[in-house]
């Protein structure tokens, strides 16, 4: 440790010291010799006893002065020194063996070693909180040099902190990125957040082996010590990017033939309907497939071999897609392609290649051939066209137009079509029907219940839905549900009715009264749609209703074309603590093979099966092998359209737990309003 030279005041406190001691010594030395000099000796003169005076006062002062400076003023030195290292971020160094010998500064280092010990304690907690970070903390100062560089930025970078502090931030980006923090930077506009959920949002980092990752970036400016200094809170959103592309491919396409779905397809249909409103001449077409044969496969193949077909025929028509166009599954074995920049006058001979690639498609399985083939209908869009409600309902027509030609066949919409027109009125007049309904809030639910056939109580009610038209009067759903779902609107009620249901049970509940689960049936666009599982959660949380009383019906056809979806849904609403039925059990007979695979809390035979029953000595057996299966999986067996006595004996006989028809009782609106008739709806 080198030793500091003494200070201005030191040097002089010696000098004085010396002269002080001189003044004495000499005097005292003159004195003695004179003393010597004259044998008897004399007094010592009052001058030289001042002298001597004087010279001792100056010595003891700087003796003292010289303690003062040992014992308080070297100390408070080596304080200052420490305060000031620890400042400059550096280790005091001359503080470890230091021994005061005042209380006073005993104290004062007391102090200062505590908050020492405070400072050290809170840059490791500090430190501790940084490195813990799950997000890289990268500070950089104004000249784009890193300060800091934590932890979770080393393992996200692939460098360590000695690599990266004193270098510039460059390095850690792509160039593009590097050029759009240096626009922020140029703008002075430091307070900014890239998300990297988009790709127009996103910035890119570099590891150091080189690769490449999408960061979400948060900068934000910040002072100190008269410093500008940046910090830029890092993460990689691969992963979440991921799942958001995966979310979207959920959303937007059909998850059986991976084509883009109706959800997506019609939100396009009307942005084409627009630009051919702004342009005024048709120079694109909506072609309308439905294929001919299809029921046959999945009547004769089942479900399964149907989904081939169905994967196939979207991969057919795929072939003849030119850039540009869009193809998307409706649902079924409806497929619907919109062409661009096409004049009217190649309509047909487009459309003939799209059935031409289906003309030849024989689906084989089991040594059985089903030649499948499709009827197609086409229609110009043009500024005639006031919706995409009635550009479906024209090419629909059409398509219907050439099945009833002979199927096989293209057909192209024509405006002298009075037959056609009037069915496309008809149908669009609907759509806008049901479209205002939803709008001023007209559809009424009503509820059917079902007993328990050991105790004959109401175990659960089915909820159904009306809408009540123009004039107050009910259209029941025959008349309007089909032509919903054509259009894409069952969606918007299917929700519409979960709405309602759940507002009439909180009433319910704040009443006092306890009500029976209540079953929603759910279409097979609603089971397929990826956030209707958030809309159920949030309007259980805004009604705050208790899931147990809220289950959905969903039917065998929908859970057998839509398997995935189906079983993704039922395990989420199963979560959420609601229940679910399988609808209409039995219809198609190709269920049991996927029986285990979807959990479903209750299972609803078809109607058709129950009607037959009394009469039939094999649906009888057959309604009672599904009582027997559903009771060994542990769910219960609801016997839909029971209308006779003889058929409740006969169920009851067979095992099933619950019943449901007309026999029991009709269904009534669960708040009628003032001008409806009592009785059933």
């Not at 029907?433 to 109401?458: F, H, K, S, W, Y």
């Not at 054509?486 to 929700?495: K, N, Q, S």
């Not at 979806?565 to 395990?571: K, N, W, Y």
Request: overall charge neutral; proline content about 3%; charged content about 25%.
């Amino acid at each position: 440790m080198t030793k500091s030279r003494p200070s201005v005041p030191g040097r002089l406190l010696l000098l004085l010291a010396a002269a002080g001691l001189l003044l004495f010594g000499g005097t005292l030395h003159v004195h003695l010799q004179a003393e010597g000099a004259e044998a008897g000796g004399s007094p010592l003169p009052w001058a030289d006893y001042l002298l001597m005076l004087a010279g001792l006062v100056l010595f003891l002062a700087a003796g003292l002065w010289a303690a003062f400076d040992h014992v308080v003023r070297r100390p408070l030195r080596q304080v200052a020194r420490a305060m000031a290292a620890v400042a400059r971020g550096e280790a005091p160094r001359d503080l470890d063996d230091m021994e005061a010998e005042s209380a006073e500064v005993r104290h004062l280092l007391a102090a200062f070693r505590a908050m020492q010990a405070a400072v050290r304690a809170r840059e490791q907690r500090l430190r501790a909180v940084l490195d813990n970070a799950a997000e890289g903390i990268v500070t950089i100062d104004g000249r784009g040099r890193v300060e800091s560089f934590n932890a979770a930025a080393e393992s996200l970078f692939g460098r360590g902190a000695a690599e990266v502090v004193g270098r510039h931030v460059r390095r850690l980006l792509t160039r593009e990125a590097w050029h759009r923090c240096a626009e922020v930077a140029r703008r002075g506009r430091w307070q900014v957040h890239w998300t990297g959920e988009a790709a127009g949002d996103c910035l890119w980092g570099r590891r150091a082996d080189g690769s490449r990752f999408p960061m979400s970036v948060k900068l934000s400016h910040m002072t100190v010590d008269g410093r500008h200094l940046v910090t830029a809170i890092v993460a990689d959103v691969s992963e979440q990017r991921a799942l958001i592309a995966r979310l979207r491919h959920l959303a937007e396409r059909d998850p059986l033939t991976g084509l883009y779905n109706r959800h997506y397809f019609l939100p396009e249909l009307e942005r084409a309907v627009a630009r051919a409103h702004r342009a005024g001449e048709p120079m694109a077409a909506l072609v309308y497939i439905d294929l001919d044969n299809f029921k046959s496969v999945n009547d004769t193949l089942g479900h399964l071999a149907g989904d081939d077909v169905l994967r196939e025929a979207a991969a057919r028509l795929s072939r003849r897609l030119r850039q540009g166009d869009l193809l998307a599954r409706l649902g079924g074995d409806e497929f619907a392609v919109l062409l661009a920049d096409l004049p009217p006058e190649r309509l047909h001979d487009t459309a003939e290649g799209f059935r031409r690639q289906l003309a030849d498609f024989v689906f084989l399985r089991e040594g059985q051939a089903v030649e499948v083939a499709c009827s197609i209908g086409v229609v110009a869009l043009g500024p005639d066209i006031e919706d995409k409600e009635e550009l479906l309902a024209r090419a629909d027509a059409a398509c219907h137009a050439a099945k009833q030609e002979g199927r096989n066949r293209v057909c192209v919409y024509r405006k002298d079509d009075h037959r056609r027109v009037a069915r496309v009125a008809a149908d669009t007049g609907w759509a806008r029907r049901i479209r205002r309904a939803l709008a001023e809030d007209r559809m009424v639910l009503a509820a059917q219940p079902v007993a328990c056939l050991d105790t004959g109580r109401t175990g659960m009610c089915e909820v159904l839905v009306r809408m009540r038209d123009e004039r107050g009067g009910l259209v029941m759903p025959g008349g309007f549900l089909s032509l919903a779902a054509r259009f894409g609107l069952v969606t918007g009620i299917d929700r519409r009715v979960i709405s309602g249901v759940l507002q009439w049970l909180a009433a319910a509940e704040e009443k006092g009264e306890r009500p029976v689960i209540h079953s929603v049936n759910l279409s097979a666009e609603s089971v397929a749609d990826a956030a209707l599982l958030d809309f159920v959660r949030a309007e259980l949380e805004r009604w705050r209703v208790d899931p147990t009383l809220l289950a959905f019906e969903i039917s065998e056809a929908t859970a057998m074309t839509h398997l995935e979806a189906t079983a993704a849904f039922v395990t989420g609403a199963r979560r959420l603590g609601c229940a679910t039925a399988l609808d209409d059990f039995g219809a198609g007979h190709c269920a049991f093979a996927h029986f285990r695979d979807l959990p479903f809390d209750f299972v609803k035979i078809d109607g058709e099966m129950v009607r037959d029953l009394t009469g039939d000595g094999v649906q009888r057996a057959f309604v009672r092998a599904i009582a027997d299966i559903a009771r060994a999986a542990g769910r219960k067996t609801i016997a839909e359209c029971v209308e006779t006595r003889a058929a409740l004996a006969a169920l009851r006989e067979a095992g099933v737990d619950m019943v449901q028809g007309f026999c029991l009782a009709r269904p009534g609106l669960l708040a009628p309003g003032a001008g409806d008739p009592p009785g059933p709806a």
